[in-house]
């Protein structure tokens, strides 16, 4: 069974002017142990389709089945905490916590242990690269290829399996950008999560195990 599944997904908004259909009928299916590029250009719907996987709202029309259960169907709460993590071009760490408490943000919020949550933490970090020295600062100490190193710490943390990723190196440079798919896709293919990139760059997009290319809303090659 596939860990996560789009059957004929479809997706409608409306704006002040128009029904927008960002997307307008995908199906795919994603295993755990693989690294997934999503690529296309601006306005193509490739960060709406993260979204849905994500569970920060439903499809109009068609399925997403986690493990077999669609998400219609699921605690939406319970599946973002647990089940999905994102990591964001932005990084998104709360610039007031020290890198420690920001990778334990979202297991507190799944009541893990305080200590049990410090320890898992600590672990997280180490295992993306992060030096002991470090893990009492804050965001604004460090560099971004080092947020985003949080930022994948916190994403593991919880358990999740599937970590979403929307432009993860979009703000970084090369040699960090490079950094940070070394640990993507060693996650993918040595620890098992299924990771599903979002990028607008080929090159690191070729070292993903399968490439989905969207142009309006639709899928027009996969690989």
């Known amino acids: 069974m ?19 259909d960002a997307v307008k009928g995908i199906s795919y299916t994603f295993d755990a142990g693989k690294m997934y590029a999503i690529v296309g250009k601006s ?3 490739k960060t709406t389709l993260l979204s849905l996987m994500a569970g920060l709202d439903l499809p109009t029309s068609g399925e997403i089945l986690y493990e077999g259960k669609p998400t219609s ?31 334990m943000f979202p297991m507190e919020q ?15 970090m180490k295992k993306v690269g992060l030096e002991e020295s470090q893990f009492k600062r ?7 290829g080092e947020k985003q190193r949080v930022a994948i710490a916190r ?11 929307d432009e993860p190196t979009g703000n970084l440079d090369s040699a960090n950008g490079n950094n940070i798919m070394d640990i993507l896709t060693k996650l993918a293919r040595e620890d098992n999560y299924c ?5 607008h760059d080929e090159s690191f997009a070729r070292r993903a195990d399968e490439i989905l290319r969207i142009s309006d809303g639709l899928l027009v090659e996969d690989q």
């Open 195 to 199: 990771v599903i990139m979002v990028t």
């Open 73 to 103: 169907k699921i605690n939406l709460n319970k599946y973002r905490r647990e089940k999905v993590a994102v990591v964001y071009q932005n990084f998104m760490l709360f610039p007031l916590l020290t890198l420690t408490e920001n990778v």
């Open 155 to 165: 994403a593991i943390g919880t358990g999740a399996k599937v970590i979403l990723a």
């Open 43 to 45: 306005g193509s719907g």
């Open 2 to 20: 596939a860990l996560l599944e789009l059957k004929d997904v479809k997706y409608s908004y409306k704006n002040e002017y128009q029904t927008v």
């Open 110 to 124: 799944v009541h893990v242990p305080l200590s049990k949550a410090k320890a898992r933490a600590k672990e997280m």
């Open 138 to 144: 804050f965001p604004a100490m460090i560099s971004g």
